[in-house]
């Protein structure tokens, strides 16, 4: 009975430590979104503490939080940008859409690129340069719903344009911070 006791104790104290240090994390989360808002005002803090909440549970600062979020885009780009491929590639595909279609494949190409790029100059301390990296995505992939709406066409993509302009505003604010 007392070893059976001297096991669940253990576990008690295990779960207790993961709650302690995943708390810790969640709060070390929110101080560092708020104070990357401080640098950015079009800065979302509910959108950052959202999309970096699975990031928080290793419990990682703000340096492994501007990582973690270039790689969010990085992923998010990679992924718009194979959809604009998919879209040129299907012959059923409009032909006005074409063009738009086409430049929206270059665009997300460029924001994965800069997410990648800022990713490696925050590995290497370089953290002015991964600033302005990460602080270029949001005017490029801006323009990708324009080109849509000059062809008279619904843009495709304004989810992911607004997720991926706003990673890239937290990504240069939280990258500021460091």
């Known amino acids: 009975m007392r070893a059976l006791m001297g096991k669940l104790l253990a576990v008690a104290?295990?779960?207790g430590a993961v709650l302690?240090?995943?708390?810790?994390?969640?709060?070390?989360?929110?101080?560092t979104c708020?104070?990357?808002?401080?640098?950015?005002?079009?800065?979302?803090?509910?959108?950052?503490?959202?999309?970096?909440?699975?990031a928080a549970q290793?419990?990682?600062?703000?340096?492994e939080l501007a990582k973690a979020t270039a790689e969010m885009g990085a992923k998010l780009a990679a992924a718009t940008e194979a959809k604009a491929r998919a879209r040129l590639e299907d012959?059923?595909?409009?032909?006005?859409?074409?063009?738009?279609?086409?430049?929206?494949?270059?665009?997300y190409q460029r924001a994965s690129n800069l997410f990648l790029f800022a990713e490696h100059l925050i590995d290497k301390n370089a953290y002015a340069d991964a600033?302005?990296?990460?602080?270029?995505?949001?005017?490029?992939?801006?323009?990708?719903?324009?080109?849509?709406?000059?062809?008279?066409?619904?843009a495709p993509f304004l989810e992911q344009s607004a997720k991926c302009e706003q990673l890239g505003i937290i990504c240069g604010a939280i990258t500021d911070l460091l």
């Open 20 to 31: 302690i240090m995943s708390t810790r994390a969640y709060a070390n989360l929110e101080a």
């Open 91 to 107: 012959p059923r595909t409009e032909r006005k859409a074409y063009d738009p279609y086409q430049t929206c494949y270059y665009i």
């Open 34 to 54: 708020m104070a990357a808002s401080a640098k950015d005002t079009r800065f979302n803090y509910s959108f950052c503490v959202k999309a970096l909440s699975a």
């Open 131 to 154: 600033k302005s990296a990460a602080r270029d995505v949001p005017s490029a992939v801006g323009d990708c719903d324009r080109y849509f709406h000059e062809a008279g066409l619904g």
């Open 58 to 63: 290793t419990g990682n600062g703000a340096r």
């Open 13 to 15: 104290t295990a779960l």
